[in-house]
């Protein structure tokens, strides 16, 4: 089973500032990657997929990049509507399983 | 537009059973898998499992097997998620999703509001 590991747990950073967001798998998951941003009270909402393909919406200060086992997710320049927790999640289509890391708090310093 | 809606928030006893819902809406129900993520009370996110309504080929998450039954009723695009026997450890929010593809990758594009499942004697 494919574990995801996200880094760190928690990120303080000021508004205007870049974020950048690690997650790593326990084996190659090739670009099989995707990046979601979770508000309080709020489902989640994709951000990323393919490792670094910007979903439908999603603004050009989110990037992502990586493949194999070590991704990131950078925000260029913090807003304050994205401070918010972010989950790298993984798919294996055998046999068929998502997994999700455990997430990174993105709070305002 | 693709919608997925979920039925309302349970307040249940241990050992009841429950069957919450999730209708989907915009799109063929029948041509695409629909599936559960659970998020515990201050937690991440865990996938539970999900099924192709079109021939209710079902796949769980090994974590959940045996815990919980999914299934699906074509005729009124409406996925289920259900519990023989609930525990508190059940209390969650349960979130409807419906995956896409890219290459040989799948990640979830359209999620339900979530069903708030409270367990508490």
């Known amino acids: 089973e494919i574990v995801m590991t996200q880094s760190p747990a928690t990120l303080s950073v000021s508004p205007g500032e870049r974020a950048t967001l690690s997650c790593r798998a326990s084996?190659?998951?090739?670009?099989?990657l995707a990046w979601y941003q979770q508000k309080p009270g709020q489902a989640p909402r994709l951000l990323i997929y393919?490792?670094?393909t910007r979903a439908t919406g999603i603004p050009a200060r989110f990037s992502g990049s990586g493949s194999g086992t070590e991704f990131t997710l950078t925000i260029s320049s913090l807003q304050s509507e994205d401070f918010a927790v972010y989950y790298c999640?993984?798919?294996?289509?055998?046999?068929?399983?998502?997994?999700f890391g455990q997430g990174t708090k993105l709070e305002i310093k | 537009e693709v919608q997925l809606v979920q039925s309302g928030a349970e307040v249940k006893k241990p050992g009841e059973s429950l069957k919450i819902s999730c209708k989907g809406s915009?799109?063929?129900?029948?041509?695409?898998?629909i599936g559960w993520v659970r998020q515990m009370p201050g937690k991440g996110l865990e996938w539970m499992g999900i099924?192709?309504?079109?021939?209710?080929?079902?796949r769980y998450s090994p974590s959940f097997q045996g815990q919980v039954t999914i299934s699906a009723d074509k005729s009124i695009s409406t996925a289920y998620l259900q519990w023989s026997s609930l525990k508190a450890s059940d209390t969650a929010m349960y979130y409807c999703?419906?995956?896409?593809?890219?290459?040989?990758?799948?990640?979830?594009?359209?999620w339900g509001q979530g069903t708030l499942v409270t367990v508490s004697s």
């Open positions: 999703v419906r995956p896409s593809y890219y290459g040989s990758g799948s990640y979830f594009d359209y």
């Open positions: 915009g799109y063929s129900f029948t041509s695409y898998w």
């Open positions: 099924i192709y309504p079109g021939d209710s080929d079902t």
């Open positions: 084996q190659s998951v090739s670009s099989n």
């Open positions: 393919g490792a670094s």
């Open positions: 999640q993984q798919y294996n289509n055998w046999p068929l399983m998502y997994t």
